[in-house]
């Protein structure tokens, strides 16, 4: 909690704590029994990186709650944890990945396209502009 709560604070992009969230709530319901997964990165005993990613239809799985400490990031924590979630969609068959972020994020942004996605489209979701991204596999 401490992490996606100052994370998301650091941007300007939390929107309080809501519906939104019950993925965090229940990890392994929301995750792992819906044929997820769920990875984090830790440095002295403390997480400073998360991210999972959850089948939806038709061979798609979508990459969400990726979050970095502020202070960890540009130190490859996110592209570890891309990376395992990507390793795992191609175990699991996956032909395609989505995620979506708010404009405020602008580093995850260079971190997604940097692995190959491409922006899709934009929406407001929770008050938030937010961008739709696609990769396929």
């Known amino acids: 909690w401490a992490l996606h709560n100052t994370a998301l604070l650091e941007v300007g992009a ?3 704590s809501g519906e939104w969230d019950t993925d965090l709530r229940d990890i392994p319901g929301e995750y792992f029994d819906r044929g997820g997964e769920f990875v984090v990165g830790e440095l002295d005993g403390e997480v400073v990186a998360m991210g999972g ?22 130190r ?11 390793a795992f969609a191609r175990c699991r068959g996956a032909r395609k990945l989505t995620l979506h ?5 602008t580093p995850a942004h ?6 190959g996605y491409r922006e899709i489209d934009r929406t407001q979701i929770y008050g938030f502009e937010c961008i739709h991204f696609e990769k396929l596999l």
């Not at 972020?101 to 994020?105: D, E, I, K, M, P």
């Open 76 to 86: 490859g924590y996110g592209r570890a944890i891309l990376e395992a979630l990507h």
């Open 14 to 16: 939390h929107p309080g």
């Open 110 to 115: 260079a971190l997604y396209r940097s692995f």
């Open 53 to 74: 990613i959850r089948p939806l239809e038709d061979g798609t799985m979508d990459v969400r709650k990726m979050r970095i400490r502020p202070d960890c990031q540009r």
């Open 101 to 105: 972020t708010t404009v405020r994020q």
